[in-house]
């Protein structure tokens, strides 16, 4: 219990502290004009509140992202609760910064658009495939996911609920985002975090058995599954995860002020590892241990007994919302980025809606016949490619950095980091090359001093 209520603290204490540092480093500006102001169309440049654009940021990345990513991370123990504290304060939490804030000081571009400027047009060819890509991926998860939880919850049949959500997603697709997005992310966002709310205090008031950290024994996967790099790609988004480089520039293009943007992004990523903590901890002493917790049944099963247990049926209400609510509401925006993604890329305008029509309609076209590939292959290809992209991200940060005469290592080295995880995993899992571990870190630690090497390199020039 003690390293879980440390654990909380260190990422409150991480916003107020290292988040200022971040902050100061970037450089606020409130004299500029934001492109919500100079660039407002009323469709995608739209003026909101900052609690407003902080809850549907947070909505957004979130999903189910930092309860089931974080419930396959509990199967290592608390080795999850580090890596939630350290990746979502030095790492993913500045990641979301400053792609956000350099998305505002490039009209609200995309990512894709943003590593093209840093990293030069190659890069930004191959992130505009990637990051579209990425965000068709996670539509399509999150399509079949919920109307398959759905289906075995009401019997109405699945392609009828894919149908009904892939409905939803179109129109939160093309319409103004102060219409159906801006109004209903508040509140599911709101739910989530009572959500979370509610567990925690369950786990505390029941003094649920949380193990502390063990030195003696790094490793509690039942399967003996090695903690790097498998940890660091199970629990992304209440760490670090490249999806939310492709949902800050939505926001971007929302925000009133520069000044908003430590809440608005570094303040919604440490939310999310506040959840992701929660579920981490509940999931690690409810079934009792790590071999109780792998025994319990899919991800969505764990978050229906605990909530239901520990909230009674408000709790299964919650269940439902967070199990079904919220992979759709990162569906959605996930199709909206991807539209966003595009239409930057060819500098199409998105003010007339049959401009909006004309990209979207392609793109779910491709996701509904991914719809019918193997949801476990798509999401074990997600898992990579979304590390893979924070990845780049931080690096582009670092030489927007370096370009403005900033402290560029604290992207460097998480950026690093990183790059040893995806590189190290790509060569050793199942869905990689399936190589022994032992080439797996050699080459990881190859690749990661070659892109420093390259890093530095680029400076001099």
Request: proline fraction near 3%.
């Amino acid at each position: 219990m003690t390293l879980f209520l440390g654990s909380i603290i260190a990422l409150i204490l991480g916003y107020f502290i290292y988040g200022k540092i971040v902050e100061k480093v970037f450089g606020i500006d409130d004299s500029i004009i934001t492109p919500a102001k100079r660039l407002a169309d009323g469709v995608d440049y739209v003026e909101m509140d900052w609690k407003q654009t902080f809850l549907i940021q947070f909505l957004n990345i979130a999903g189910t992202g930092p309860i089931f990513g974080a419930i396959a991370g509990a199967m290592w123990g608390p080795a999850a609760f580090l890596w939630i504290v350290f990746g979502c304060i030095f790492g993913g939490a500045v990641h979301d910064f400053l792609i956000g804030m350099m998305s505002v000081r490039h009209d609200g571009a995309s990512v894709a658009e943003l590593v093209g400027t840093y990293l030069g047009d190659k890069a930004k060819m191959i992130m505009r495939v990637f990051s579209v890509v990425l965000l068709v991926l996670v539509g399509v998860v999150f399509i079949k996911s919920p109307a398959s939880i759905l289906n075995d919850m009401t019997g109405i049949n699945e392609m009828v609920l894919v149908v009904i959500i892939i409905i939803y997603y179109i129109l939160a697709t093309i319409l103004p985002v102060d219409k159906l997005i801006g109004k209903l992310y508040p509140v599911f966002g709101l739910c989530l975090l009572i959500m979370a709310a509610g567990i925690g205090y369950g786990i505390v008031s029941q003094n649920l058995p949380i193990p502390d950290f063990d030195f003696s024994n790094m490793n509690l996967h039942p399967k003996g599954t090695s903690i790097f790099p498998y940890l660091f790609i199970s629990i992304a988004c209440g760490a670090i995860s490249g999806f939310h480089a492709t949902q800050a520039p939505m926001m971007a293009r929302c925000m009133k002020k520069e000044s908003e943007g430590r809440r608005v992004f570094y303040g919604s990523m440490i939310a999310e590892g506040i959840v992701a903590l929660v579920w981490a901890a509940v999931a690690m002493s409810f079934f009792d241990g790590t071999a109780g917790l792998a025994s319990a049944g899919s991800a969505g099963v764990v978050v229906n007994k605990v909530s239901v247990s520990l909230l009674g049926k408000f709790g299964g209400v919650l269940a439902i919302l967070g199990v079904v609510a919220c992979p759709i509401t990162s569906g959605d925006t996930a199709f909206r980025s991807a539209r966003l993604t595009i239409a930057d890329s060819f500098k199409y305008k998105q003010g007339p809606i049959m401009n909006r029509f004309v990209i979207a309609i392609p793109l779910f076209a491709i996701g509904i016949a991914l719809c019918f590939i193997d949801f476990a292959i798509l999401w074990r290809y997600f898992a990579w490619s979304n590390q893979t992209l924070a990845t780049v991200a931080l690096w582009t940060a670092s030489k927007y950095l370096e370009s403005k005469g900033k402290n560029y290592w604290i992207t460097v080295i998480p950026a690093i980091f990183m790059t040893m995880v995806v590189s190290t995993y790509i060569i050793i899992a199942k869905e990689g090359l399936g190589l022994p571990e032992f080439s797996g870190y050699i080459f990881g630690i190859a690749l990661s001093i070659i892109s420093t090497v390259l890093f530095f390199k680029s400076i001099k020039k």
